[in-house]
């Protein structure tokens, strides 16, 4: 693996800030007894990773800057009434929450309901231990992390299902039974696009997925566009977003599962969406666009700069498409997955395979052969997602979008070949 | 346990709903999300506006008329005056004509702003497409507050005529708006008209086919998206609205999406239509004065106009009285409603919710 370019382990060398976590636990080790810097240290990871940098982007990227961004795409200014530009409406916002009262529907199952907020906010939580800011600055880089962070990912399904099940409400029902619908299915499309990402760069680990990268100077959206593509789209299937947010379906079920939720119980929930969808993002550049690296000009820069940036640019996609796209139906939502991206995950998986195979048993894993790879999977992907939307009688060109136009009034007009056949 | 047995259950979609535009409730029953049977609950918002009528004069009647449809007061004061004028045997001067063409057909781009941005609301675009509408439908309020005082419920429609002439600078302002709407048309085009998941969500849900559609009675984009040309402006021409140029869109399968496509046309053909009407803005009088007690011959009348959601008719009966002995609106909504059952039994509560927006309610009018 290539080394950074400057190594050193100065406390006050910012390029990486798990110097400076060291070095506070080198003094808490010689200052305290026996094991206590062992159990320090994930607390100070905590506090490093989720107090001093989720929690408020969280706050300020997920509450402020989402509405601030969508309102600018709704043509109106978004919050900007508590104080200058609206910086204090995350506080308003949180201060209301918590000083309203959390009603609790008479035959609500109690327990279950309590207990699914705060169930949420554990995985959004531990997610965070395996994500790669830096070459070193990772809270716990253990070898099969991309493994780790999908199981722990999928754990709010169960969570989301729970409190919309406690309820006792049939909108909340619905919520919920949609959300284990989608959850299960889109869970399948999503590790088979990133079993491509790990065929490729033969690790489990996202630090080292991320040094791969670095290595070829090449990001996987490049090489895997297919793959990035299916990844967004089922990531945002469980994290609940437009176009695929049918277990929330404001216009439809009222909220879903959360609409007996109040309070901060309904607080929970908001945040640490926003929690899982800063995750998700993290876990997207990471994968995708090169995590912390940036063609080694992470040696003179802060990595971490590199890859909030990234992060932020990602998470702007989520925003995006919310701002955009109206909603699936269940249906086709179910159908999308299992007829559109799980074949083309397959697919995919099987070009990145013999992909590998000719480059390590044929090239002899020559690095410029990577860009080959690169130009010919970007046309793969563009012959296989059109031929396969056709195959299953997709025709764009067959759809009248606009009406006919009559001068005079009088009876039913029939549709005629020449004035185009409705779909 | 060998079959996992399912049992429809009742779901209520409102009273409080946010997508029901209003106080009205589907009573709908579902078999899993599929929906087998509809029944529509309305009157939570009955205020015996045709009975109360009766007891006021013919000018008194004028602001009721604004609280019935309240997001389309100009067609309905419209409807009214005009029903009135044929009972008591009223000529209105051409400007007045003019005005209340100019009126009507923004209060039809106001109208389906609303319709089409609350419809996209419905199918999950959040929020962006309503907003836009907003935009644009902000500056006619603006226009409606610069001539009669309101912006809501305008009351300015007169027996004879309209209340006030056009202030100054009305034409220039007006000429301002409309510039905007075309481009808004092209966006909401650009946006949805190609969005595969629009029309995914919208394409071959709550067909309603031209059969059905006449047989229930259907007017306004419901009639037209169903393929049949038929409009009160063209049909039964009032206002001198056979001077002016316009088309009729129709559709192809009578689905949401054709609903939502003529309605977007219609407002195309509006621009139009205002554009003609400020070019030969005639001079004059812009009202013929009638005496405050208006006492029409015995008799009935009914009057239609084209609004924003279909054919918008009063009936009135007089007895010689000062107020009419009855009072009777054909409200297009609650007529349109009609057909929600045939539409969405058989598709998914988001399908109901779908349909539900396409025919554009306003409960106001429903239950009067």
């Known amino acids: ?423 | 346990m060998s079959t996992i047995q399912g049992e429809p259950f009742i779901i209520n979609i409102g009273p409080q709903h946010p997508s029901t535009h209003g106080v009205f409730r589907i009573k709908a029953t579902v078999d899993g999300e599929r929906v087998i049977d509809a029944e529509m609950v309305m009157g939570y918002l009955h205020r015996s506006m045709e009975k109360l009528a009766e007891e006021r004069t013919y000018t008194q009647n004028i602001p009721f008329t604004d609280r019935t449809d309240y997001l389309s007061s100009m067609s309905n004061n419209l409807g009214y005056v005009l029903a009135v004028e044929k009972l008591a045997g009223i000529d209105v001067p051409d400007r007045g004509q003019a005005i209340r063409v100019i009126m009507a057909e923004f209060q039809r781009l106001a109208s389906h702003c609303m319709a089409v941005g609350a419809f996209t609301n419905d199918t999950g675009a959040w929020q962006t497409p309503i907003m836009w509408c907003f935009r644009e439908r902000e500056k006619v309020l603006d226009l409606f507050e610069m001539t009669s005082g309101a912006r809501l419920t305008c009351n300015y429609m007169r027996i004879g005529g309209v209340a006030f002439d056009l202030p100054k600078g009305f034409e220039e302002a007006a000429r301002k708006t409309l510039a905007g709407f075309p481009q808004l048309i092209d966006e909401l085009d650009a946006m949805l008209s190609g969005n595969e998941i629009f029309l995914a969500r919208t394409k071959g849900v709550g067909v309603l086919t031209p059969e059905m559609a006449t047989n229930a009675s259907l007017t306004g984009p419901m009639l037209r998206g169903s393929g049949i040309a038929w409009d009160i402006r063209k049909a039964d021409p009032y206002c001198g609205y056979e001077q002016y140029d316009f088309q009729i869109p129709i559709g192809y399968n009578g689905d949401s999406y054709d609903r939502f496509s003529v309605r977007l046309e219609e407002m195309r053909q509006s621009v139009k239509i205002i554009q003609q009407a400020l070019d030969r803005l005639p001079g004059g009088p812009h009202s013929t004065q009638v005496p405050l007690a208006l006492r029409p011959p015995k008799g009935e009348a009914y009057a239609r106009v084209e609004g924003p959601r279909g054919e918008l008719g009063y009936y009135l009966v007089s007895d010689e009285g000062p107020s009419p002995f009855r009072f009777h609106i054909r409200p297009p909504s609650f007529i349109n409603l009609s057909a929600l059952k045939e539409m969405t039994v058989g598709g998914t509560v988001a399908d109901a919710i779908v349909v539900l927006g396409s025919i554009d309610i306003v409960v106001g009018e429903i239950d009067r």
């Open chain 1, 1 to 423: 693996m290539k080394q950074p370019f400057l190594v050193s382990d100065k406390w006050y060398d910012i390029r990486d800030l798990s110097n400076l976590s060291n070095e506070i636990l080198h003094q808490v080790d010689r200052a305290l007894p026996g094991e206590a810097a062992y159990i320090l240290s994930p607390l100070l990871g905590f506090v490093f990773v989720f107090l001093l940098f989720v929690l408020p982007t969280q706050l300020y990227l997920g509450v402020l800057g989402e509405r601030k961004i969508i309102g600018r795409m709704q043509s109106r200014y978004g919050p900007n009434r508590t104080g200058k530009f609206g910086v204090l409406q995350p506080i308003a916002d949180a201060a209301k929450l918590l000083t309203k009262e959390a009603l609790t529907p008479r035959y609500a199952d109690k327990t279950i309901m309590y207990l699914a907020p705060v169930l949420f906010v554990m995985p959004a939580v531990m997610v965070w231990a395996v994500i790669p800011f830096g070459p070193e600055m990772i809270i716990a880089d253990i070898p099969n992390s991309l493994v780790y962070y999908l199981a722990v990912s999928s754990v709010p399904t169960l969570v989301i299902f729970m409190g919309g099940w406690s309820h006792n409400n049939k909108y909340s029902l619905f919520g919920a039974i949609r959300i284990v619908a989608m959850g299960v299915s889109y869970e399948v499309p999503l590790v088979m696009a990133l079993l491509g990402v790990v065929v490729m760069t033969g690790s489990l680990s996202l630090n080292g997925i991320v040094f791969w990268q670095d290595a070829f100077d090449i990001w996987l959206v490049a090489l895997q566009p297919l793959a990035f593509a299916i990844f967004f789209i089922c990531v945002s299937a469980e994290l609940n977003r437009t176009p695929v947010d049918i277990a929330e379906a404001e216009s439809e079920l009222g909220s879903g599962y959360l609409t007996e939720y109040s309070g901060m119980k309904w607080g929970l929930f908001y945040g640490m969406d926003i929690a899982y969808a800063l995750a998700a993002s993290a876990l997207g550049a990471t994968i995708f666009f090169g995590g912390w690296s940036f063609f080694g000009l992470q040696d003179w820069v802060p990595s971490w700069l590199f890859f909030i940036g990234k992060l932020y640019a990602f998470y702007f996609l989520f925003i995006w498409t919310r701002g955009t796209l109206p909603r699936l139906r269940i249906d086709q939502l179910m159908a999308f997955c299992w007829k559109y991206l799980f074949p083309l995950a397959l697919f995919n998986l099987f070009i990145v395979a013999t992909e590998r195979v000719i480059w390590t048993d044929g090239l002899d894993g020559e690095k410029g052969f990577v860009y080959i790879f690169a130009a010919a999977n970007i046309l793969a992907t563009i012959v296989l997602v059109v031929t396969w939307a056709r195959f299953l009688g997709y025709r764009p060109e067959n759809q009248t979008t606009k009406p006919r136009l009559v001068n005079e009034a009088g009876g039913y007009v029939p549709v005629t070949p020449a004035s185009g056949e409705g779909r």
